[in-house]
């Protein structure tokens, strides 16, 4: 089995984006990053915990794209992306197709595309 590193060569963007799932969105605004990021540690810390933060640190929707290819020899391959840590939900979006995995902690998801 052959793997190749997914961490390079992210977008992100903290908060909402309406169509951010559709491929041909316009993300090149959206800040440049590399993983591991946790985007709630950026935010300030609270003295006590609410409906507005978990752990003392800001809560809400943020944004993560990657744009890839999947070569043309791939075409009757397996292929996988996995994610080593995922807090709360996500939705993984491949072209139209959307993925709805849920959890409350960091877990480790394999995800066949």
Request: glycine share 10%.
């Given at each position: 089995?052959?793997?190749?590193s997914?961490?390079f060569g992210?977008k992100?963007?903290?908060?909402?984006?309406?169509?951010?799932?559709?491929?041909?969105?316009?993300?090149?605004t959206?800040r440049d990053?590399d993983?591991?990021?946790?985007w709630?540690?950026?935010?300030?810390f609270s003295?006590?915990?609410?409906?507005?933060?978990?752990?003392?640190?800001?809560t809400?929707?943020?944004?993560?794209?990657k744009?890839?290819?999947?070569?043309e020899?791939?075409?009757?391959?397996?292929v996988a992306?996995?994610?080593?840590g995922?807090?709360?939900?996500?939705?993984?979006?491949?072209a139209?197709y959307?993925?709805?995995?849920?959890?409350?902690?960091?877990?480790?998801?394999?995800v066949?595309?």
């Amino acid at each position: 089995m052959r793997k190749n590193s997914f961490d390079f060569g992210w977008k992100f963007f903290k908060g909402d984006a309406v169509g951010a799932q559709q491929p041909g969105f316009a993300d090149e605004t959206w800040r440049d990053l590399d993983l591991p990021h946790d985007w709630s540690i950026e935010g300030p810390f609270s003295k006590t915990p609410g409906s507005e933060t978990s752990g003392h640190l800001p809560t809400g929707i943020g944004w993560y794209r990657k744009h890839f290819l999947i070569p043309e020899g791939y075409q009757d391959k397996k292929v996988a992306v996995e994610f080593d840590g995922v807090y709360q939900n996500i939705e993984l979006y491949k072209a139209v197709y959307q993925y709805n995995l849920e959890s409350v902690s960091s877990l480790f998801y394999t995800v066949n595309i």
